[in-house]
């Protein structure tokens, strides 16, 4: 990972917002010098607009219109019109009871992670490939791992789809540098991208595996509420199936996937429709990433004093991310110091839940299993979505996805101190000696 751009967006997801910053404004990268690169990604400007000058990041933009006005407590009784149950708050103990399956079963989270979702990706073709890979009855995806989600909880029919999803796109089919007035670049060609992917076909299967009894849950944050919502996908994909109203359960579908990878300030916020006691608005949502990395439970049931038991056979996470350290000696440079601070506290967040994770499984007596990308990963990217980049990813997760240990039973251990120059190196405390060996 030394001496490329890997770790200027290695935190994916969140760190994604610096990454844009610096795309607006053509800044170079720590590192870019050396390889005669800089973050503007070649190819950020989309084929449909390359006849138009990218937007400058200080260029004013037009007013958009006032939004309508609504309070806290109509905000938290709102609902999808025509779809009661497309929704849930993440932190509603009694909403996440209602709409878990009746049986329980293995349990799938997909977490954050931006163009790092190519581990997630393959992994799962590599379980597939080994025909270690069972039907999940709950299915969870936070940014890019929602986008991921639909096709993991479809099943192996969409491998192919996933893998193409993850290996063929460049930056230019994700955002377009320029300012929105909203954010730093526009996200309509993923929008575009969404409305390619997430087919008719796609909706019917995730439908028949809803009204089988299994869940898809994707996780958005409204920024109004500064929540985190659940959206029952199942739900809304069997009334996207209905003569009446079918038009905008898929447009929903799509938005909501938008929605949960929509980073703030680097993407636009996506604006859903809803209605309370008749009187109809919009809310703001943004990544769901906001809220959490991933997302198993409510926060509450997932804290300690909980002697809450996760209705699951086994929990199967799947960090779309390293949680090495990566050095860097950082430039003296704004966004440059945005992108290495965001990333460290990504890590120091995936790290903290999975040891909540961890903790809750283990007191709910089922398995637990997660899969990282290996620390021996160290193929160069050239800036964000970088095709190469992102198809070595997926390689490396097929492999370990196909191997005979896919999934660790524990949470990777917290790294050891750097490796010293020095003769008189530093030794771990008394009975952490094997700890420490651990992590080398």
């Not at 030394?2 to 917002?17: C, N, V």
């Not at 597939?128 to 639909?150: H, I």
């Not at 964000?384 to 240990?405: I, R, V």
Request: net charge neutral; proline share 9%.
């Amino acid at each position: 990972m030394k001496g490329s751009l890997r770790w200027t967006f290695r935190a994916g997801t969140a760190a994604l917002l610096a990454a844009a910053w610096l795309i607006a404004a053509e800044i170079p990268v720590a590192g870019a010098a050396a390889q005669g690169q800089t973050a503007r990604h070649p190819a950020v400007v989309h084929p449909k607009k390359a006849a138009k000058p990218p937007a400058a990041a200080a260029t004013p933009q037009a007013k958009f219109p006032p939004r309508t006005p609504f309070t806290a407590a109509e905000d938290a009784a709102a609902v999808i019109p025509g779809i009661p149950d497309a929704r849930f708050w993440a932190d509603s103990v009694a909403d996440f009871g209602k709409a878990l399956p009746a049986q329980p079963g293995p349990w799938l989270i997909l977490s954050t992670g931006g163009e790092d979702g190519a581990f997630g990706a393959g992994l799962l073709n590599g379980l597939s490939a080994a025909g270690n890979r069972p039907d999940y009855s709950v299915v969870t995806g936070v940014s890019t791992g929602a986008l991921m989600a639909p096709f993991a909880f479809a099943g192996p029919k969409y491998d192919a789809a996933l893998k193409e999803a993850y290996t063929k796109i460049t930056a230019a089919d994700v955002f377009e540098a320029g300012s929105t007035g909203e954010s730093f670049v526009d996200s309509w060609p993923l929008k575009d991208l969404i409305a390619k992917q997430i087919t008719p076909e796609l909706l019917v299967d995730v439908a028949a595996a809803y009204k089988a009894g299994r869940r898809l849950f994707v996780v958005t944050t409204d920024l109004d509420a500064e929540r985190s919502a659940v959206w029952n996908m199942g739900a809304i994909a069997v009334q996207a199936g209905e003569a009446a109203g079918g038009d905008a359960a898929l447009k929903l579908f799509r938005n909501v996937l938008l929605a949960s990878g929509s980073i703030p300030g680097a993407f636009p916020p996506v604006l859903i429709d809803v209605e309370d006691n008749g009187k109809q608005f919009s809310e703001m949502h943004v990544d769901g990433g906001v809220g959490g990395q991933f997302f198993v439970t409510p926060p509450a049931l997932m804290a300690a004093t909980s002697n809450y038991r996760i209705p699951a056979t086994q929990l199967y996470i799947v960090v779309n991310s390293g949680l090495q350290r990566d050095f860097a000696v950082v430039e003296r440079s704004t966004p440059i110091i945005l992108a290495q601070a965001v990333g460290t506290a990504v890590k120091a967040d995936l790290r903290m839940m999975l040891d909540r994770a961890f903790v809750a499984a283990k007191n709910s007596g089922i398995g637990f299993n997660v899969a990282t990308i290996p620390a021996t990963f160290s193929a160069p990217s050239r800036g964000p979505f970088d095709p190469n980049y992102m198809t070595a990813l997926f390689n490396a997760g097929f492999e370990q996805g196909k191997s005979a240990t896919p999934f660790a039973s524990a949470p990777p251990p917290y790294p050891g101190q750097p490796a010293s120059n020095s003769t008189d190196t530093a030794q771990p405390p008394p009975g952490d000696a094997e700890k420490q060996g651990a992590t080398k």
